[in-house]
């Protein structure tokens, strides 16, 4: 059966995270939802990977498949107008029918944004800390997360995830000089709460509250009870997920 | 008596504009409340411009007296407590007591978002155009524009202002590539309705539906009958108020 590609924007705000689960409302339920009103039967969808109560998403990716001969703009098209105006579907491909939107994805990318400024324009996705946070510091700790490292410091335990070690490949601050502080990163896989968790430790350092040394324990003698505080999920944008040509 | 100089940004949605008037509430009487509420006295505020009902900003100027010294920090804090969400002051500066927010303005900067695709992220402050528009057709409106013109075209008749003419000293459409367009312009005055004229009137001309030609007419011959439709409000942004140093 044809399966399509689709990718999505979303406001995470009033929604209790991407998967469906069995009482709040979910992102998934409302684009399964749409879909089928404009396809006339039930379409289940399989995301790149879940994403939290609260977390925003720029580029999530799904795919479902579907015994026809979709277009393109006209399927983007009804979606805008069927979908609520939170979630808004940008993209959609044919692609091979194999293709799997969580397992072949071989890295997310993910934008953290920290206000230091009351900003009416940015404060809904973003964490509002009104304090002089030191980037030089936060761009240090930053620095030493790239490459493979055991990240159990900076994570929910979960019992079913065999081990903690990702691998990253991008991971800076950028300060915008206008009152933002992004802290970016891409990896080949994420740990729950995983980039809430490096914020939240990265601000305390910007704050002075923490060393760049007691970062770097965390990274490379891993200790979860040493962690700082999980920043909000508000912040949190799902920038892209990367597929193999 | 001292003054002071506050910079704000704001979310113009829920306001009928900057200025005072009789009956809806605008982002002037919230300030002037606030800071009265903190200085415990009437304290009348003076804006670098007006900006329209909706219209929002991130670099709002005004000026107001205040017979004491004020702590930049602490008078900012008490502001972000007591002023509206979406209502911010991010600096506060002591100036000469001459200085006046509106007269002294040499230059303002005021940005224009458009989004071509769904977007939840962006749509609450830009206009929401979904089709295809030709950023090159529209950058060659933008260049014309540069220099002092006769803006009569682009304005809302006005029998109190004696002239049209502005000098536009930046004047570019900015494609973001993740479908979001930008009209930044930069001019020693602005007329009324003038930047949303200006913007409506070149995605005409980006959706093919007006030649760079009669736009050109417009800026060389003015004509108010022949002009396109004035973009919303809620994609305007007032950037920055310029000031001699």
Same mark, same amino acid.
């Given at each position: 059966?044809?399966?399509?590609?689709?990718?999505?924007?979303? !406001?995470?705000?009033?929604?209790?995270? $991407?998967?469906?689960? *069995?009482?709040?409302? =979910?992102?998934?339920?409302?684009?399964?939802?749409? @879909?089928?009103?404009?396809?006339?039967?039930?379409?289940?969808?399989?995301?790149?990977?879940?994403?939290? /109560?609260?977390?925003?998403?720029?580029?999530?990716?799904? #795919?479902?498949?579907?015994?026809?001969?979709?277009?393109?703009? /006209?399927?983007?098209?009804?979606?805008?107008?069927?979908?609520?105006?939170?979630?808004?579907? $940008?993209? @959609?491909? +044919?692609?091979?029918? %194999?293709? #799997?939107?969580?397992?072949?994805?071989?890295?997310?990318?993910?934008?953290?944004?920290?206000?230091?400024? *009351?900003?009416?324009?940015?404060?809904?996705?973003?964490?509002?800390?009104?304090? !002089?946070?030191?980037?030089?510091?936060?761009? !240090?700790?930053?620095?030493?997360?790239?490459?493979? #490292?055991?990240?159990?410091?900076?994570?929910?335990? &979960?019992?079913?995830? &065999? #081990?903690? &070690?990702?691998?990253?490949?991008?991971?800076?601050?950028?300060? =915008?000089?206008?009152?933002?502080?992004?802290?970016?990163?891409?990896? &080949?896989?994420?740990?729950? %709460?995983?980039?809430?968790?490096?914020?939240?430790?990265?601000?305390?350092?910007?704050?002075?509250?923490?060393?760049?040394? /007691?970062?770097? /324990?965390?990274?490379?003698?891993?200790?979860?009870?040493?962690?700082?505080?999980?920043?909000?999920?508000?912040?949190?944008? @799902?920038? +892209?997920?990367?597929? +193999? +040509?």
């Amino acid at each position: 059966m044809p399966r399509y590609k689709l990718t999505l924007e979303y !406001e995470g705000t009033h929604y209790a995270g $991407w998967q469906t689960q *069995p009482t709040d409302p =979910t992102i998934q339920d409302a684009l399964e939802k749409a @879909l089928a009103q404009i396809l006339r039967k039930p379409i289940p969808v399989v995301g790149s990977g879940r994403t939290d /109560s609260g977390v925003h998403a720029e580029g999530q990716v799904v #795919h479902f498949d579907f015994d026809g001969e979709l277009d393109k703009k /006209s399927l983007l098209k009804s979606l805008w107008g069927v979908l609520p105006k939170d979630i808004a579907a $940008w993209a @959609l491909e +044919k692609v091979d029918e %194999h293709f #799997h939107a969580r397992f072949d994805g071989i890295a997310r990318q993910y934008r953290y944004q920290i206000v230091t400024r *009351p900003s009416p324009l940015r404060r809904r996705w973003a964490w509002e800390r009104y304090f !002089e946070l030191d980037p030089g510091r936060m761009r !240090e700790c930053a620095e030493m997360i790239k490459g493979t #490292h055991d990240f159990e410091s900076f994570c929910k335990h &979960n019992p079913d995830v &065999n #081990h903690t &070690n990702c691998e990253v490949s991008l991971s800076e601050i950028v300060s =915008t000089g206008d009152g933002m502080l992004i802290y970016r990163i891409k990896a &080949n896989r994420f740990l729950h %709460h995983m980039v809430r968790s490096l914020t939240g430790t990265m601000v305390d350092v910007g704050l002075g509250k923490r060393s760049v040394d /007691s970062f770097k /324990s965390l990274v490379f003698k891993p200790d979860r009870k040493s962690v700082g505080p999980t920043a909000p999920a508000k912040g949190l944008i @799902l920038e +892209k997920v990367f597929y +193999k +040509k």
